[in-house]
């Protein structure tokens, strides 16, 4: 049992060790510290950049902003940070801190100049998904962070920082905060730097963990009182931003389950034959969690209504307060670009259930032509396929078995009948409909 216990420690130190092929650490400490200044091309790098993934949020294409993210140099600075809280190397802790807030600046700057001149001021989705991080942003810096820094440790440069500076989208949102600058929307610009700091802070701490890992030699200081002092403005700059940071990304999982849970909720729950959920709302500021709907058709009774609050204990929604818009209400908040949008995508998803069922009603019946031929020999021809039946009154589609038969002279209404019962049989369906001409 030891042998084997060695030998998968042993194949799995080998195999996941990151010091081989790693590069010298003089090298890689240089390199990243290269990268940590903004001057002259990388200035002007990183304000075409900003103007290219303006253009591509402004238009709605991730094309162009990925393109954008591909030459933007913003990760240098933040691995800089976390390096030199790493390796306890002050003075690359504050060049890259410098650096990193210069080139924050110009990058809203940039957005913000792009924005006032832009025609366009409509806020696209790709614009919107920038103002509201979620838990997978923090997980995506995270691990984008390992990556990168682990890249930028070995000996043979590979395409993985790209790839990094694509996933962790650190250009957008400075971007979005430029929009919300321009058009004066608060919350876009917050809610942007919020999420700018969120993927930049876990960067950091990625990068800090691989060089912990690696084990960096750390800088030595002419007396101890200066490592001490050294030491101790480190440990305070990350407690002060790490402790908040910390408390932000609880708050950011603990908003995608709530979020998780009402959809869930909604969609289970709010099925009704008359009634439909036009627009939803999931609130979740501070302590207050509500579940905003906007219901048209049929109102719901106050009875039925107590019975889905009842329900949300079922689906982790305690302390939740479920808001129903119907009546009068609902046509106090109707928004007709809402309902259109709903229709819209009603229509869409009806569409698709169409082509689904018409899939499932591609079936193989059999050669009954023998068969007819002896008990109906007036039958001359016939057809027999699988239809959609659509319901004018409902939603609800359903499919019949179609049987078109022709006939010389016309088959009788009794006949008509034992034909009717025995293709029943021999086809093995309930759903026949049988036409004569």
């Known amino acids: 049992m030891k042998k084997i216990l060695h030998a998968l420690q042993h194949f799995l130190k080998d195999r996941f060790n990151l010091n081989e092929d790693k590069a010298d650490e003089n090298a890689i400490v240089e390199s990243i510290r290269k990268e940590v200044t903004f001057k002259g091309v990388n200035v002007w790098t990183l304000i075409f950049a900003i103007f290219i993934a303006s253009i591509g949020l402004n238009v709605n294409s991730p094309a162009v902003i990925i393109g954008a993210m591909l030459i933007s140099p913003l990760m240098g600075p933040i691995m800089g940070i976390g390096l030199g809280v790493g390796i306890n190397d002050f003075d690359l802790l504050k060049q890259a801190a410098k ?35 979620s838990v997978w942003d923090v997980f995506i810096a995270f691990f984008g962070g390992l990556a990168g820094i682990v890249a930028g440790t070995r000996k043979e440069k590979s395409n993985v920082i790209p790839g990094v500076a694509i996933a962790t989208a650190l250009m957008p949102p400075l971007c979005t905060a430029g929009y919300g600058l321009a058009t004066g929307k608060l919350f876009y610009f917050l809610g942007a730097l919020y999420l700018f700091f969120i993927n930049s802070l876990f960067i950091c701490l990625a990068t800090f963990l691989i060089v912990k890992h ?9 007396t101890p009182e200066r490592a001490k002092r050294v030491s101790r403005s480190i440990l305070i700059i990350v407690i002060i931003t790490t402790v908040p940071s ?20 909604v969609q289970a729950e709010f099925h009704f034959q008359k009634t439909q959920v036009v627009t939803h709302n999931y609130v979740f500021d501070g302590k207050k969690r509500s579940i905003e709907l906007l219901l048209l058709g049929q109102s719901l009774t106050a009875e039925k209504l107590d019975t889905l609050k009842g329900l949300l204990p079922r689906y982790n929604l305690y302390n939740t307060e479920l808001i129903v818009y119907q009546g009068l209400n609902a046509k106090q908040e109707i928004d007709l670009a809402t309902i259109k949008a709903s229709i819209l995508e009603d229509v869409f998803n009806n ?45 609800m589609n359903d499919t019949v078995t179609l ?13 008509q009948a034992m034909l009717s019962a025995w293709l029943n049989k021999r086809l093995k369906t309930d759903s026949l409909k049988i036409i004569f001409e």
């Open 403 to 415: 049987i078109t038969i022709k006939s010389a002279p016309k088959v009788l209404p009794k006949q």
């Open 99 to 133: 650096n990193l807030l210069i080139a924050a600046i110009i990058s809203i700057g940039s957005s913000f100049l792009y924005f006032i001149i832009s025609p366009l001021h409509d806020a696209s989705s790709e614009l919107l998904a920038r103002t509201n991080p």
């Open 351 to 395: 569409e698709n259930k169409d082509e689904t069922t018409a899939k499932k009603a591609q079936v193989s019946f059999p050669d009954i032509r023998n068969e007819l031929k002896v008990l109906y020999p007036q039958i001359e021809n016939y057809s027999i396929q699988q239809s959609i039946l659509r319901n004018v009154n409902l939603s």
């Open 246 to 265: 910390v408390y932000l990304a609880y708050r950011i999982v603990e908003k995608s389950i709530f979020e998780s849970n009402a959809k869930k909720f």
């Open 214 to 222: 690696l084990k960096f030699h750390k800088k030595e200081f002419p």
